[in-house]
């Protein structure tokens, strides 16, 4: 996205925060600001701390699947990974541009982006069926009850099923991908009659290869049960602690809530986030606040309005703020640390003795073609065969790969690929 996309999105963003508050505060300002007032300055810490601490909790997952991939992984790592999906789904329609940042990130900590490509989609997977379990135990529990005062609750239904049909979506593309890839080359065949898909061919190849990855993620993460039970355990505290926020905003207002409606409190909060499905703007700003309004003046009635904007700044703003700092933090940091360790000429001259130790005497080189195709590599332009989970797989680069990586780190960076776009 570009750096103009971004700014036009903060502006989105913070003209429709305006008008969700003006329609708060528009007919009860005042019993709102007396609410507020009521909290305690450490009542007011822990609110606004609250945001902050499930994302850390979110980071913990991170640490538990990243470990796979680097035994040092540590939980600040996951953390600073868990902030950048923060920001990056806060400020792009849809949620869309969270994992690229994080992607980046664990780049930066030393795991590959097909490595970080598969942790992704492992923590979406896990955390996806996690919350609907969670939310279809709530939906049956409560649902029925709050429906009949509201109309509004057709459109929590409706982001229910949209939910419910992703899971659907993919846990049956993970048992039958060669359906969905037949299916891409027939919408491929149609939609190259309209002038905006420019290179169909490189559409269904690119599905192809997200297919085959995310099929060889499920069929791993089934034989990994101690990691999906530890991150299982994860999300369900980290939508717990989501969930109940505005029953821990009431009690600090001193607003008369028992210990016996938390339920129903959790319960609420899960049909808002479940309606968001369907505001594609970034960070559903305007329409998460209404809704929320909407949903729990049944049960808070006026005062909801002051709950809502607690709960906004603590689990979107600041957390948009912070995990924009420390991505900043983040990437200069470790591209301080690249520049700091620069391969010197006595290392590449030691792996130039060490590659010419590799070949048998009276080998001949041959030409770099002939030599990559004995590795399996494709000339550029050339058309790919049939894809499997096999050719996903990271290979050996070839002696004179080896070679043109090594004498190409003067710049204190070895490069694995042609470009790595942040």
């Known amino acids: ?52 601490l499930f994302t850390c909790v979110w980071g913990l997952a991170y640490k538990v699947l990243a470990q796979k991939y680097a035994k040092h992984y540590t939980w600040w790592d996951g953390i600073v990974v868990a902030f950048t999906g923060t920001f990056f789904s806060g400020i792009t329609p849809s949620s869309t541009g969270g994992q690229f940042g994080q992607a980046y990130i664990l780049k930066k900590q030393g795991i590959d982006y097909s490595d970080g490509a598969s942790l992704l989609w492992a923590d979406f997977i896990i955390y996806q069926t996690t919350m609907m379990v969670y939310v279809t135990l709530l939906f049956l529990l409560k649902f029925s009850y709050y429906a009949q005062q509201s109309g509004w609750f057709t459109i929590i239904l409706a982001g229910y099923v949209v939910n419910v049909l992703v899971i659907l979506f993919l846990y049956t593309m993970a048992l039958f991908p060669t359906v969905y890839i037949s299916l891409a080359h027939r919408l491929a065949g149609v939609l190259s009659h309209f002038r905006f898909i420019k290179n169909p061919q490189h559409m ?31 999300n369900f505290i980290r939508l ?40 594609p703007i970034p960070g559903a700003s305007g329409g998460t606040e209404v809704l929320f309004n909407i949903v729990f003046s049944t049960l808070l009635g006026t005062l909801a309005s002051a709950v809502m904007i607690l709960w906004r700044v603590s689990t979107y703003h600041i957390i948009l703020v912070l995990g924009g700092i420390l991505f900043m933090i983040a990437k200069a940091r470790y591209e301080k640390k690249e520049q700091e360790s620069p391969v010197s000429l006595a290392d590449t001259n030691m792996a130039d003795l060490a590659i010419s130790e590799l070949r048998p005497d009276g080998e001949p080189e041959g030409t770099e073609a002939q030599q990559e195709a004995a590795e399996g590599i494709q000339p ?37 690929g042609k470009d790595e776009n942040a």
């Not at 969930?243 to 409190?265: C, E, G, R, S, T």
Request: hydrophobic content about 45%; glycine content about 6%; some cysteine.
């Open 1 to 52: 996205m570009k750096k103009n996309n971004y700014i036009w999105n903060f502006l989105l963003i913070a003209a429709l925060t305006a008008g969700a508050l003006w329609f708060s505060l528009k007919d009860n300002y005042q019993e709102v600001m007396n609410a507020i007032g009521k909290i305690s300055p450490l009542g007011l810490v822990v609110i606004l701390s609250w945001g902050i």
């Open 204 to 234: 269904i190849e690119s599905w192809t290869v997200q297919m085959t990855s995310f099929t060889r993620e499920i069929k791993k993460l089934s034989r990994d049960k101690g990691i999906i039970l530890q991150c299982t355990g994860i």
């Open 240 to 279: 717990t602690m989501l969930y109940m926020l505005p029953f821990v905003i009431a009690k600090f207002m001193h607003i008369d809530l028992h210990w016996n409606q938390l339920l129903d409190v959790i319960a609420l909060s899960s049909f808002v986030y479940m309606a968001n499905s369907f505001i």
């Open 380 to 416: 550029p332009g050339s058309e790919p065969g049939d894809l499997s989970i096999d050719d996903l797989r990271p290979r050996e680069p070839s002696r004179r790969a080896v070679a043109d990586m090594v004498n190409a780190g003067t710049d204190g960076q070895l490069q694995g």
